[in-house]
């Protein structure tokens, strides 16, 4: 039988065919929603990994067993700490300020002097206000009357030798704009307002990229002290460039980060206007160890390249989970699944932190006994629900994926006790550059954006060896230029090898 032509077989194999279209488009309608709920919150929700359900977060303890069907908002109670105040830190100096009674106050009534029974002493905080002052630099130039070469005394090297900045003033500077996230046409705006300095953004910015080539020797070593660990963990952030060759003004480059987290803790950064593996394998080459990233795919070449055991990071695979939670689009099915994945992810967690302060060889025997148990059921867990989750199709399809496809290097951690369950370390390292964005908004150039790599990757590994930023930079950029001419082994400098009590 035929209707206008067509059969009806036909007509039922075209119906189909519509429906599985339509299926498919749901399905995309669906992600693209969650998708959209995801940006919003992104730009205007709290990004805190603390969920509004009864699903715990990452930073909470859980029992045996979390209940995850039931949908129920908790009520969270805070104990308000009791008042009073701190006491100053003893090291800060103090200015004694005596307040006495006049000398006719102290005499009684009765018409005798009264004498001092006790000193009652309060303490306020007070602040020196920052001021500028020049260094004038004298120098003599000695001559003798038999008509000889006169000699001239000699400065100490500078980083900057033309330029009117002092290691100080360049610290100043640097730490305001990359520690602060001051940008340079601010700290001129305050310099010249507060203080009647007559900088400009473009000498301050100058200053800078200037001292980030003075830096680079430094950089190498950071650069070749990182490979030469046997465990890194790397990410990477994006970074607007506005002059870029061949390139658009509004397209995305990146800082590429890489953290040495045994032998050498040193913060590696670098500017590139790409996202591809080539950036890692530059990075990286020479490496042969652990390395710790998310799912992101340009580091798979660097690691068959240099033969890399290349780890996963829970922290990101729980997070594509504990989205769908907050998702105001995801469906119950879902939101099921996806409390499911966090409870038990958690558990592993929940483990890490009480062997934190574990030597290495007792943490690799309690992760056999006690996690390797919770990541087997994982794994069974997927297998029995892959599918399911697939035909739900959105942002608990993926998630899967993303679990599933990482799977074997999210399990290496437990092999090493040295290693980490994820790569937060380097999430953190690399955080500054996000929140500094939000302020200086860009690089102007090439130049500035290798500046940037340059001066993070000093800050952040002085942070990460306990030093204090400015303290650090002021001491470098002022010993550096007279390490180089006296051919001194610059390592002396690095934060690895620095006392604290060499900084004050």
Not at 77 to 104: A, M, Q, W
Not at 153 to 172: C, D, G, K, N, Y
Not at 419 to 435: C, F, S, T
Not at 453 to 465: F, G, H, P, Q, R
Request: charged share 30%.
């Amino acid at each position: 039988m035929k209707v206008e032509g067509i059969t009806i077989e036909e007509l039922l194999k075209l119906v189909q065919k519509q429906e599985q279209e339509i299926g498919k488009k749901d399905i995309e309608i669906k992600y693209l929603k969650e998708k959209i709920d995801y940006l919003i919150r992104q730009l205007y929700h709290p990004k805190s990994e603390k969920l509004k359900d009864n699903t715990p977060s990452l930073f909470e303890d859980i029992g045996e067993s979390v209940p995850v069907e039931e949908d129920k908002e908790i009520e969270i109670t805070f104990k308000r700490k009791k008042g009073g105040r701190t006491t100053p830190p003893k090291d800060i100096p103090r200015v004694v300020v005596e307040h006495d009674l006049s000398e006719e106050d102290k005499i009684c009534k009765c018409g005798c002097k009264m004498h001092k029974i006790k000193e009652i002493v309060s303490e306020q905080y007070d602040v020196i206000p920052a001021k500028f002052q020049i260094i004038k630099n004298v120098r003599y130039v000695y001559g003798c009357k038999c008509g000889s070469k006169p000699k001239t005394s000699q400065l100490e090297p500078t980083i900057l030798p033309r330029a009117q900045v002092t290691p100080s003033f360049l610290a100043t500077i640097a730490i305001h704009k990359f520690e602060d996230s001051l940008p340079l046409h601010r700290q001129a705006k305050i310099y010249k307002k507060r203080f009647g300095m007559p900088f400009t953004d473009t000498t301050l910015s100058n200053w800078i990229i200037q001292g980030a080539k003075a830096l680079q020797p430094v950089i190498e070593l950071i650069r070749n002290r990182v490979v030469q660990n046997n465990y890194i963990q790397a990410d990477e952030t994006t970074l607007q460039v506005l002059k870029e060759n061949n390139k658009k003004a509004t397209s995305k480059s990146y800082i590429w980060l890489g953290i040495g987290m045994d032998r050498y803790k040193a913060v590696y950064m670098k500017y590139s206007d790409n996202r591809k593996s080539n950036v890692a394998s530059s990075m990286f080459k020479g490496f042969n160890g652990y390395l710790q990233t998310d799912g992101y795919r340009g580091y798979n070449q660097v690691v068959v390249d240099e033969n890399i055991t290349h780890l996963g990071c829970w922290a990101h695979a729980r997070r594509k989970f504990a989205d769908i939670i907050k998702s105001g689009k995801s469906d119950e099915d879902s939101k099921k699944y996806a409390k499911e994945a966090v409870t038990l992810i958690q558990k592993l967690y929940k483990i890490e932190k009480e062997i934190k302060e574990d030597p290495p060889d007792i943490k690799v025997k309690t992760r056999e006994e006690k996690a390797r148990p919770i990541v087997n059921n994982i794994k069974e867990w997927i297998d029995s629900n892959f599918f399911k989750a697939q035909s739900i199709g959105g942002a608990i399809a993926k998630a899967f994926v993303y679990l599933n496809n990482q799977f074997d290097k999210l399990t290496i951690y437990l092999e090493d006790g040295n290693l980490n369950i994820d790569n937060n370390l380097a999430e953190n390292h690399v955080r500054p550059i996000a929140l500094g964005r939000k302020n200086w908004l860009f690089a102007t150039s090439v130049k500035g954006a290798h500046a940037i790599a340059t001066w993070y990757s000093i800050i952040e590994t002085a942070k990460l060896n306990g030093l204090e930023p400015f303290k650090y930079l002021k001491y470098l950029l002022k010993e550096l230029p007279i390490y180089i001419r006296d051919e001194k082994n610059i390592e002396e400098l690095m934060p690895w090898c620095i006392d604290k009590s060499v900084l004050g």
